[in-house]
């Protein structure tokens, strides 16, 4: 069945640093690609999404392009602050004949960032 | 407006108890999602309603688990004779439609806790 990996944590940076967080998928069809962010005491928030092959999505600094070719989906930026400390999920929508948005999340990255 | 809201935020309740956690999605928004975190990992997919129907209850792990939303807003997940493994945080989510590029709101999540 479709699955999401991405790279264990904890992440520890230093605020300025770049940050990297991979992101690969196994699907059938086309999906569409999310991050979903999560800080602490917080719910999960959509960060940013792509709904097609190439496609580049962005939001506070972050980006993450679609990449068919490599079935993956990294999230980069490229100088980050403590305030981006939080969990951090990539996920997709699994296509499902009528077209319900039934999401697969990876089992979360934590990313720390000290001054 | 208001965002999707959950209740209780945190229920703690015995072995073998019945409980029942309630969803208040976006208004407006006709497709409503429940998942399941546990510690440590990604939510995972429980049921999905399109109105008032459950579309997909594949996710539900056994016939202990079931949902309803009677008037096609508010939904209710219902858990009987709970055991300790069902302890998690019960996340419901909303979108406007049930396009696979919908971006989903997530609720701030019950935590229940077995004991």
């Known amino acids: 069945g479709n699955s999401v990996t991405q790279m264990e944590g904890p992440v520890t940076l230093s605020e300025e640093a770049f940050l990297t967080i991979n992101c690969t998928y196994t699907?059938?069809?086309?999906?569409?690609l999310f991050w979903y962010v999560q800080y602490p005491g917080e719910g999960l928030q959509l960060l940013l999404k792509?709904?097609?092959?190439?496609d580049k999505g962005s939001n506070k600094g972050f980006e993450a392009t679609y990449r068919k070719e490599t079935t993956s989906f990294h999230l980069e930026k490229g100088s980050v602050q403590v305030s981006d400390s939080a969990v951090y999920f990539c996920?997709?929508?699994?296509?499902?004949?009528?077209?319900?948005?039934?999401?697969?999340f990876g089992a979360g990255t934590r990313l720390a960032v000290h001054p | 407006g208001a965002g999707v809201s959950q209740t209780p935020s945190n229920k703690v309740t015995e072995k073998g108890k019945y409980v029942e956690l309630r969803c208040d999605p976006i208004?407006?928004?006709?497709?409503l999602y429940w998942y399941r975190q546990s510690l440590g990992q990604g939510p995972e997919f429980l049921i999905y309603?399109?109105?008032?129907?459950?579309?997909?209850d594949s996710g539900l792990p056994n016939d202990r688990f079931f949902a309803v939303r009677p008037e096609g807003s508010v939904s209710t997940l219902k858990i009987q004779r709970t055991e300790r493994g069902d302890s998690a945080v019960y996340l419901c989510?909303?979108?406007?439609?049930?396009?696979?590029?919908?971006?989903?709101?997530f609720g701030p999540g019950t935590r229940l806790t077995v004991l």
């Open positions: 208004s407006g928004h006709t497709a």
């Open positions: 989510a909303s979108s406007l439609t049930s396009e696979a590029y919908n971006e989903q709101f």
């Open positions: 699907a059938t069809g086309y999906p569409s």
């Open positions: 309603f399109q109105g008032t129907g459950a579309a997909d």
């Open positions: 996920a997709l929508s699994e296509g499902i004949s009528g077209g319900y948005n039934k999401l697969i």
């Open positions: 792509a709904t097609k092959a190439d």
